[in-house]
């Protein structure tokens, strides 16, 4: 038998400035992008290993994910999706590790119109679907689906997992064992990302509630939380099941029920912000006799929702409220990188860092930060990541340095990049165990790694494209009512 293996993931923040070109994604084709995913912490990887305990030819025309950025160019979204469709014909089986909230320019629904052109090639032909947690779900990608499940973690720790589970299921249809269906129940919520976490809260309940009805018989159950910084119809929550086709009345009544469950609890996936000043004071609190540094978040500017990486309001308000001993990372300014690395080590240097990206398409204008420091190291800004998200990929920042401003370590890089790892640090020399606080450009991955190390965490919105202020937006696609920006 042979089995279209292949993964296209982008998270796309409408909102956001930052350019989705082919290049964005890192393309890799045919045994390449399988070479990309063999013993990685991936869903494709995970249907590559099962489609070979299995004996099957294996066909894999992609592998491609970009960060999350801004709609995803016509030219890289044709021809990263012709390649997945060309290859279908004559596969027996079909595989996609997908993401779920792809909007690209000549797309709404970036993953409904692939699997709908990936249907039409291969009527009747099993095709599972392994999906980010933040997926934006939609009838056109329920309808060209047989099996569908998405992570159940956030952080994202249990990638390989979803894929192992989507084809497993799918592994059964092909050999004749069993039929499945996929059912859903959308809901007008809008949840905001920090409350999308399964560490605690309202979502850590639904997930719990979904792997009840599993450990009861239901072949997959997922809570997928959307992600709200998409300007589409439904940018929004939603339950879906795989299911057997015989069981699909019972297995709707299931979902219904869950999802009903996760309305009565709406309020509790709407994140809330403190004032800044009142977040860096909270820290400095912490920070008082501690002997870890404490975490600050900034969950405004976070590049894995389509940050700049470039803003520099907490940085500011920090040095304006006294803070030191403040390590920064990583902050994306190529145009300061080629200054600094063109000046040399153990030079000083003053410069315009920051605040260069323009960020009108959400009514801000801001000014570059001028600092006086001294470059303390220069590297390609290349590290192996140690765990658990993403164990043992291989991250480039582009050219990165270290600049000391007294106060404050910075790193700066020319590429944006997520602080996956402590990587980001020590590619530059800098221990950041030493430090009195970390100035992240994160939300919640970072926190695997770096939560067991401090001595607290502060999140921190600033005013950025992925701030968790909805009133920051425009919503002009979204289709009212929604909760929260309507009353429901």
């Keep these: 038998m042979k089995i279209l293996i ?26 390449e992008a399988y070479r990309a995913n063999k013993g990685m912490r991936t869903a494709m990887a995970a249907f590559i290993d099962l489609a070979e305990s299995a004996g099957a030819t294996l066909v894999t025309p992609v592998s491609a994910m970009a960060y999350p950025s801004g709609p995803v160019h016509a030219a890289a979204y044709d021809e990263l999706t012709r390649r997945i469709v060309d290859a279908v014909p004559g596969c027996d089986a079909i595989l996609l590790d997908l993401h779920g909230a792809m909007v690209a320019e000549n797309s709404a629904d970036g993953e409904g119109d692939l699997l709908a052109r990936v249907r039409a090639a291969a009527p009747g032909v099993p095709l599972g679907v392994a999906l980010d ?38 592994l059964q249809m092909l050999r004749g064992e069993a039929r499945y269906r996929v059912c859903w129940h959308p809901l007008p919520l809008m949840s905001h990302t920090l409350r999308s976490t399964t560490l605690d809260g309202a979502m850590l309940g639904a997930v719990q509630a979904a792997r009840a009805l599993e450990a009861d018989g239901m072949p997959a159950v997922t809570v997928f939380a959307g992600f709200s910084l998409a300007d589409i119809a439904a940018p929004c929550m939603s339950v879906v099941a795989t299911c057997r086709a015989k069981d699909e009345q019972s297995s709707q009544t299931a979902v219904d029920g869950l999802a009903q469950q996760i309305w009565r609890r709406r309020d509790e996936y709407v994140y809330r912000s403190e004032p800044l000043a009142d977040s860096l004071r909270r820290a400095a609190e912490l920070a008082k006799g501690a002997s870890r540094p404490v975490l600050l978040l900034d969950h405004g500017d976070n590049c894995m929702s389509g940050g700049t990486c470039d803003t520099m309001d907490v940085l500011q308000a920090a040095l304006a409220l006294g803070l030191t001993g403040i390590a920064v990372g990583p902050i994306c300014d190529p145009e300061a990188v080629a200054t600094m690395t063109q000046i040399g080590i153990g030079e000083e240097v003053e410069i315009a860092l920051g605040n260069k990206v323009s960020l009108e398409r959400i009514g801000l204008h801001k000014q570059p930060l001028r600092l006086r420091g001294r470059v303390r190291a220069i590297s390609d800004g290349s590290y192996t990541v140690t765990g658990p998200i993403y164990t043992g990929e291989r991250c480039h920042m582009g050219r990165s340095v270290c600049l000391d401003i007294g106060s404050a370590q910075i790193v700066v890089t020319e590429q944006t990049h997520e602080p996956w790892d402590l990587g980001v640090f020590h590619c530059v020399g800098m221990d950041p165990t030493q430090f009195r606080y970390l100035l992240l450009k994160s939300r919640m991955y970072c926190r695997p790694v770096f939560v067991p190390l401090s001595a607290g965490l502060v999140e921190c919105d600033s005013p950025g494209v992925t701030t968790s202020d909805y009133a920051r937006f425009t919503f002009a696609n979204v289709k009212y009512p929604v909760y929260p920006l309507d009353p429901l």
């Design 133 to 170: 947690l933040h997926g934006n779900i939609t009838e056109k990608m329920i309808a060209n689906a047989d099996v569908m499940v998405g992570f159940k973690t956030y952080p994202h720790i249990d990638m390989y997992e979803t894929g192992e589970h989507a084809g497993r299921l799918l």
């Design 6 to 31: 292949a993964r296209l993931n982008h998270e796309t923040n409408t909102f956001s400035p930052v350019p989705t070109p082919l290049a964005a994604f890192n393309p890799s084709y045919n045994e």
